[in-house]
Structures are given as C-alpha cells and as structure tokens.
C-alpha cells in the first residue's frame, strides 16, 4: 500500500486567496483526520471523518476552513479566505478501527504570506 | 479532559548512550489507547507504538522498549544504545475510546544523538 498520499507538498500563497489540500487515505480504512502542526500550538486535530461522515469539527479554527469527504479516498481541506496565521504543516492520516493507530501522510506545508 | 504531558522539550545524548523520553497523561476514562510516533527531521509521521489501557506489559522492539505503569499515568520510552539515525522529535499521544481515534498529543521530545 502506497500509504496516506497528501498533496500538495508545498503551498505559498497570497493572503486572502483560497487553499485546497487534499488527502487520499489508506484503502480500507474507515477513520480520517486532518492535524495542524504549528510551533506555538504543536499538533492538534481540525477534524475527523468515520466512513466519510464527519464526526468531531470541534479543532477547526473558525468558519473559514472547511472539510469534505465526498468519497472513502479522498478529502479535502479548504481554506477561504487564507490569513497569515494559517501557516503550518497539515497532516492527513487514517485509520483502520476504532482506537487503531493512525497512519500519517507526509504532510503539505502551507505558508501564507 | 485529556492531555499529555512530555517534560523534556530536549534531549542531547552522545552516540551508545542510553536515553528515557517520559510521558504522563491525563484522562478520565478507563479505557484508552497510547501512542508513540516519531518525526525525523523529514517532517513525516512515524508510527511506534500502541497500546491499549488493559495492558500493562512492557514491550521490546529491538533497541526500543516501553514502559506502562496505569498507577503513575505514564508511559515512558526508552531507547538503548542510540544512534545518531534516532535523532528526531518523538511525540506520545492518547485516545480515548469514547472519541473515536482521537489523538491528543505532547508537545514532543526532540531528541539529539551526537557522534
């Protein structure tokens, strides 16, 4: 299995412009997630899908992310308008069952400049 | 609420050296599943270890062994011998079963191995 495939690996953009990261997750896995790893705030999770259902969007930061799953092998994760602030690696990952380990994509850095 | 704990923002040993990351958590639930993930200075994620609250056995995996104890609320990894290729920044990490997989991670232990 090729793992949790993220693209892209790298992203600059101009403030206020929308970013979409995208993730395709382990075949056959039923959980996804997408973190947020930053300095000051370290990794925290934005958001969770089982069987592409989004179950917990507590960690998203406020109305102008968004995350869809509009099939079991992929997901996006949408910023619009981008801010300065969103700068940090994203992380998709998946997971088999219910309290399994999760497997992480190489991440995509974002830098909004 | 739940939340991990790992003390040692940084560690710094020389090659052969033994070395102990320690984690402590926090949780209200009696069942739960541990973690540890390494992140080399790649960037990625790496999958060590899982392991569920009922089990408190420790476990060996060639130079790398864990330490549950339920009594302390910790779960600690050690590492022998150490090379220069373990140099990265380990993170512990705790879900509970009641959230799905969840993960609530420490802030991370870089961990510096010196030739």
């Known amino acids: 299995d090729a793992g949790v495939i993220q693209s892209p690996r790298h992203e600059v953009t101009e403030m206020g412009q929308e970013v979409t990261l995208r993730c395709k997750p382990i075949?056959?896995?039923?959980?996804l997630f997408w973190y947020r790893q930053t300095m000051m705030r370290g990794l925290e999770l934005l958001i969770y899908?089982?069987?592409?259902?989004?179950?917990?969007d507590s960690g998203m930061p406020e109305d102008r992310f968004s995350a869809k799953m509009p099939n079991a092998s992929f997901s996006t994760l949408k910023i619009q308008p981008s801010e300065p602030r969103d700068s940090a690696v994203y992380f998709c990952?998946?997971?088999?069952?219910?309290?399994?380990?999760?497997?992480f994509g190489q991440g995509t850095r974002l830098t909004v400049v | 609420a739940q939340k991990v704990t790992q003390a040692q923002t940084e560690i710094s040993v020389v090659e052969k050296e033994d070395v102990t990351l320690d984690c402590v958590y926090e949780?209200?639930?009696?069942?739960?599943?541990l973690f540890w993930y390494k992140q080399p200075p790649s960037g990625e994620l790496v999958f060590l270890i899982r392991?569920?609250?009922?089990?408190?056995q420790n476990e060996i995996s060639g130079r790398y062994s864990w330490n549950f104890q339920k009594s302390t609320s910790s779960f600690n990894f050690t590492i022998t011998a150490s090379q220069v290729v373990d140099s990265a920044v380990y993170f512990c990490?705790?879900?509970?079963?009641?959230?799905?997989?969840?993960?609530?991670f420490g802030g991370g232990t870089r961990l510096m191995v010196k030739p």
């Open positions: 990952a998946s997971g088999a069952l219910r309290g399994s380990e999760a497997f």
């Open positions: 075949s056959g896995h039923d959980y």
């Open positions: 899908f089982n069987n592409n259902v989004p179950i917990d």
């Open positions: 949780t209200r639930d009696t069942t739960y599943y």
């Open positions: 392991r569920n609250s009922f089990d408190e």
């Open positions: 990490a705790l879900s509970h079963n009641n959230a799905g997989n969840m993960l609530t």
